[in-house]
């Protein structure tokens, strides 16, 4: 049993298509973290959420709390956006992690 | 990242041979947290600390200690270390334990136990 769920495993995408990753949690909470991490490298957090969406340059995010889900949007995707993207959710003191989408963007 | 750096960067280590990995930061936050990570499965929360001295486990710290002696350094410790124990080890922190702040994690710390 795992409280969050990412879909989908894998993507692959052309250079210039808009991708969407979707994140579902069963677990109520008290924010939500969208994360990257790059091959071989260390892990960045994107954004952090509670309600609503927030953008920072090509990367949207949303998150609906009725239905425990969120999305991390990347609009004219870009080779260098090749990395896995991780949802984590708070809850209490605790954090529960997706297990990741990987994401390859081909030029 | 600035501000959390961990060590070693790389381990290869013989099994029932002692492991201490090393996290330390400059931010001055009050927590920190070790997560190990393996293929198929999301990190794991192995054991935090919330302050000097202050520390708990994690949902799989069976066969880790931890310790912090000072606010900038958090040491996980492989008593005597296992092939199951081959992993990334990342470690985090954070102001806050609520999430509502920024986590920013170190570039990670892969062990390999033959």
């Known amino acids: 049993k795992n409280e969050v769920e990412q879909s989908p495993q894998n993507l692959t995408a052309q250079e210039g298509e808009f991708i969407t990753i979707n994140c579902s949690y069963s677990?109520?909470?008290?924010?939500l973290h969208w994360l990257q991490q790059h091959p071989g490298g260390g892990i960045v957090s994107l954004f952090m959420?509670?309600?609503g969406k927030k953008k920072h340059g090509r990367l949207i995010a949303t998150i609906n709390i009725q239905e425990k889900h969120s999305s991390l949007h990347i609009t004219a995707s870009h080779p260098r956006d090749s990395a896995v993207y991780i949802c984590?959710?708070?809850?209490?003191?605790?954090?529960?992690f997706g297990t990741g989408t990987s994401l390859t963007v081909i030029p | 990242d600035a501000g959390i750096t961990q060590s070693p960067r790389h381990k290869v280590t013989e099994t029932g041979t002692p492991v201490t990995l090393r996290c330390h930061q400059t931010?001055?936050?009050?927590?920190m947290y070790w997560y190990r990570q393996d293929p198929g499965h999301g990190l794991r929360l192995i054991h935090y600390?919330?302050?000097?001295?202050?520390?708990d486990k994690g949902e799989v710290s069976d066969g880790y200690s931890v310790s912090r002696s000072k606010t900038e350094d958090f040491l996980l410790t492989l008593e005597s270390a296992t092939s199951s124990q081959t992993s990334v080890y990342f470690c985090?922190?954070?102001?806050?334990?609520?999430?509502?702040?920024?986590?920013?994690f170190g570039s990670g710390t892969r062990l390999t136990v033959v």
């Open positions: 677990v109520g909470i008290s924010a």
């Open positions: 931010e001055n936050h009050r927590y």
């Open positions: 600390s919330y302050g000097v001295k202050d520390t």
């Open positions: 985090a922190i954070s102001p806050s334990n609520r999430g509502d702040y920024g986590y920013t």
């Open positions: 984590a959710v708070i809850t209490g003191n605790q954090f529960y």
């Open positions: 959420l509670s309600s």
